[in-house]
């Protein structure tokens, strides 16, 4: 039997342990094998100056039979910008062509923000799970937003920008993105997004966290697990604050903006260990840099001895944790 006499779908297993040279010869063959290889070559796109491959977006801006087979796309442009306006606008009707997407990373000009009103025009997207961006969190954004059901990891706002912003994301719809888990950015737009999802994981930068917002984010309808943030209180009191409202945190990363002109009393951290071992379900802590370590307490699976100093080397993470962490990493 000849290879054209084979069934397509045992042709595209095959082809999945091809090389991409390999694959492009394969798609110069004939029609059927054409449509594999392209499935296959497109399949996953990094776009960058550096790589020289800028090209790319015109051609699936031109070419939606090419673009639909796009599942994950990247691009980076370097600022100032090294593309003309009129490429943003290509950008803007390859990412409408490029409907089957399941990841999509923009870190472009944060200013442009318009390409995605536009892409969602006509357009939605149904399998993306991933999307991170470098734009405030506009209108556009949020238009965007409403045309990703299945979204489940979000970064956006997170560059600190001079343009035009909805701080309080008061055009937000209720039932946009129902099923998001984690978020990156500023928490300012996790005031937004927090409440009336199912967000378990948060690193947030930009500004400060405050106690106010602790209360909204405890709004979550899942408890939260995971957080990072920054903070200009005092942190005994902090955690206190969180163990309120977020009790059921397992990893905890603060970083704060107190200048500390001498080194902490031993008290200090003899009450920073009291109030973590106040959190039943917390396996990880780092304050400023310093990992504080623990071990379950003997006779009590229920809850852990801290430390009354920090570790100078990270601490062994529960296997959940790191699995999260690790797939939804600090950027």
Known sequence: MSLQGLPIELVHIIAQDLD??????????????CLVAQSLLYRRISVSAWSRNLSVVPLLAKRPDIARHVRSFYIAVDS??????????????AIQNMSELTSLNLLVDSGVSWVLKEACTHTSYPYLTHFTCSFPFDENVIQFLGKTPSLLEL?????????????????????????LEHFIGSPRTARALVPGRPIKSLHL???????????????????????????NSSPVPFLEHLHRYLPHL????????????????P???EQVADVLASFPELSAFELSGMHWGSQQKRGDGSKRVWQSSPL???????????????????Y
Request: aromatic share 8%.
């Open 20 to 33: 991409i040279h390999t694959l492009a010869a394969l798609a110069q063959t004939c029609s059927s094998f």
């Open 205 to 231: 930068n930009g500004s400060a966290l405050t106690e106010d917002d602790i209360v909204l984010l405890a709004r979550a309808t899942s408890p939260i697990v995971v957080l990072g943030a920054a903070i």
């Open 80 to 93: 100032p910008p090294t593309v003309f306006s009129a490429y943003y606008g290509l950008l803007a009707k």
């Open 155 to 179: 970064e956006a706002d997170s560059i600190p920008s001079t343009f035009a912003l909805n701080p309080l994301g008061a055009s937000l719809p209720a039932t946009t993105i129902p099923l």
């Open 312 to 330: 100078s080397t990270m601490t062994q993470l529960d296997d959940n944790i790191l699995l999260e962490t690790h797939n939804f990493s600090f």
């Open 267 to 269: 008290e200090f951290y």
């Open 250 to 265: 397992a990893y905890l990363r603060i970083m704060t903006m107190q200048t500390m002109h001498e080194p902490p009393a």
